[in-house]
């Protein structure tokens, strides 16, 4: 959806990206906020959370080769990232109790295949459960919320884990509920069958476009503001570079037909 050229090399290529700061405190912040409901809900601090902060960084450097020199001894700008993830956390603390929260499920994989063959997986941060059984889909992002101009957008991917959850429980969930870190500030969306019809059409018309980029090797760049950001910028015909030759196995790259909204281990999406 944001460029099918990207897509290209992040799936059928499988070029290796740059981790960033951003992306990898995303990626701890995230473990953090799991980590947490492990302790007793009295013990849910800021302080506790703040303390869980290094052993994380730790275990999710040493998980993921690509992070391993990331701060390259530098330890002011560790102590900055590190600075920056504690304000993140005493944000979400003044947007949730976790005293007062007993999530169901963190980090939840979930995995479902539609009638036509595809299968949809992902995973979800957290699932509430209510005593009434009504079920609230949360992801946190540190990032800041869209405009509402972007907000169905981020919202696409939170009506993407709900089809999962309706098609694999045959429960339709009641709240998704998008937790931005960076602004302070909660989305939340009530979704109701139409809408996760609509989502599952879109799915399928995606995976169609591109199982047909993939016949035809026809991959275009779709030049945004995102283009500065881009590790693959140099080799983009959109900037004056020349991408590799696409994989002669590229079809089968893609075929299975698995759509997936699961991330490379130690990335995060929020930056």
């Known amino acids: 959806m944001q460029c099918p050229l990207l897509y290209r090399f992040r799936v ?6 740059r981790p960033s700061p951003a992306a990898a405190r995303g990626t701890v912040v995230h473990a953090v906020l799991e980590r947490l409901f492990d302790l007793p809900a009295p013990q849910r601090t800021l302080q506790a959370a703040t303390e869980l902060l ?13 992070l391993s020199e990331l701060f390259d001894g530098d330890a002011d700008a560790m102590a900055e990232w ?11 603390f003044g ?9 169901a499920e963190r980090e939840v994989y979930v995995e479902t295949t539609l009638d036509d063959g595809l299968t949809l997986r ?15 889909v949360v992801d946190y992002k540190t990032g800041r919320a869209p405009s509402e101009v972007f907000e169905a957008k981020a919202l696409f ?13 045959g429960r339709l969930p009641s709240v998704l ?29 995606l995976w169609a476009a591109i199982e047909r980029a993939a016949r035809m090797d026809d991959w275009r760049a779709s ?48 930056a």
């Open 12 to 17: 059928i290529d499988r070029i290796p990206e």
């Open 54 to 66: 290094a052993p994380q960084w730790e275990r999710v450097r040493a998980e993921t080769d690509e």
């Open 82 to 92: 590190l600075t920056g993830a504690e304000e993140l956390l005493a944000r979400w």
């Open 95 to 103: 947007m949730e109790d976790p005293t007062r929260l007993e999530p």
């Open 122 to 136: 992902g995973y979800i941060d957290r699932l509430d459960v209510s005593t009434a059984g009504l079920i609230r």
């Open 157 to 169: 991917q939170m009506k993407f884990y709900a089809l999962v959850l309706w098609r694999l429980r």
């Open 177 to 205: 509920q998008l937790v931005y870190l960076g602004s302070g500030e909660i989305l939340r969306y009530h979704p109701e069958e139409s809408d996760l019809l609509a989502t599952e059409r879109k799915v399928k018309a």
């Open 223 to 270: 030049p945004s503001r995102l283009c500065e950001w881009c590790d693959h910028r140099p080799r983009c015909p959109a900037h004056g570079g020349t991408p590799p030759p696409t994989p002669l196995d590229a079809l089968d790259r893609v075929s299975g037909p698995t759509a997936s909204v699961p991330l490379p281990p130690g990335l995060d999406e929020d």
